[in-house]
């Protein structure tokens, strides 16, 4: 499958643990968003990261989010000490290299469904 | 300044029929306009894009039509079928820029 993949699917955890999601961008790309959707509603911008570096956090919460995306291996996003409102969809996207500064276009994993018990 | 509206929240089109979808936006530096298709349980998926230098863009039966004056874009679905039942977004973006989505619209298209 060379789309971008998302791991786990789904993710259960309790109230003030810790949530890892993973994601892999499309062979290629080095680009990777981080998207979150409510129910019913449309996705929202968290983060946008290159290799090593984070580009614009603009969405992300200032406290307990954190991504990264490392040199080797997949995009992280971390949510520590998590609440009830952390339960939604988690989407990661991923575009190529090519044409820096022009539009690339995303391309969506299947997400990450977190619920917070 | 950074909002996309998108009308209707819901629509209902009998088989073979158009479906007709509505994003207006604000921020006049947004220069690239995608349509994503989201089934349950799925990522969406991008079907169609199109930059503000044309007015409109067809692939197959989808086609967005851009109006740059009215800082408006349609989705246009023509012979509609039970497997285009989706959720479809609007959305817009500026370079390599997040992407700003619309908040939805539930098609179904009944057969």
């Known amino acids: 499958n060379a789309g971008v993949m998302q791991n786990p699917r789904h993710l259960v955890r309790r109230r003030g643990q810790e949530a890892r999601l993973r994601c892999s961008p499309m062979?290629?790309?080095?680009?990777v968003y981080w998207y979150r959707q409510l129910p019913e509603e449309g996705l929202k911008f968290m983060v946008y990261?290159?290799?090593?570096?984070?580009?614009?956090e603009s969405g992300m919460p200032k406290e307990r989010f954190s991504a990264e995306f490392p040199k080797e291996g997949p995009s992280i996003l971390r949510i520590q000490q998590v609440v009830r409102g952390d339960s939604a969809a988690y989407f990661c996207?991923?575009?190529?290299?090519?044409?820096?500064?022009?539009?690339?276009?995303?391309?969506f994993g299947d997400g990450t469904r977190l619920s917070i018990l | 300044q950074q909002q996309v509206k998108q009308s209707p929240q819901s629509l209902i089109v009998q088989k073979g029929g158009i479906s007709i979808i509505n994003c207006a936006y604000e921020?006049?530096?947004?220069?690239?306009f995608p349509w994503y298709q989201q089934f349950p349980g799925k990522g969406p998926a991008l079907l169609i894009a199109?930059?503000?230098?044309?007015s409109e863009k067809k692939e197959g039966r989808f086609t967005i039509s851009f109006n740059k004056s009215a800082k408006q874009f349609s989705l246009h679905i023509m012979d509609s079928q039970p497997g285009d039942s989706a959720t479809y977004f609007c959305?817009?973006?500026?370079?390599?820029?997040?992407?700003?989505f619309g908040s939805g619209t539930r098609l179904q298209v009944q057969p």
């Open positions: 062979k290629g790309h080095s680009h």
């Open positions: 959305a817009a973006g500026t370079g390599r820029r997040a992407l700003t």
């Open positions: 996207a991923s575009s190529p290299p090519m044409g820096q500064g022009s539009n690339q276009p995303q391309h």
């Open positions: 921020n006049t530096a947004f220069d690239y």
């Open positions: 990261l290159q290799k090593e570096n984070i580009i614009d």
């Open positions: 199109i930059r503000p230098d044309v």
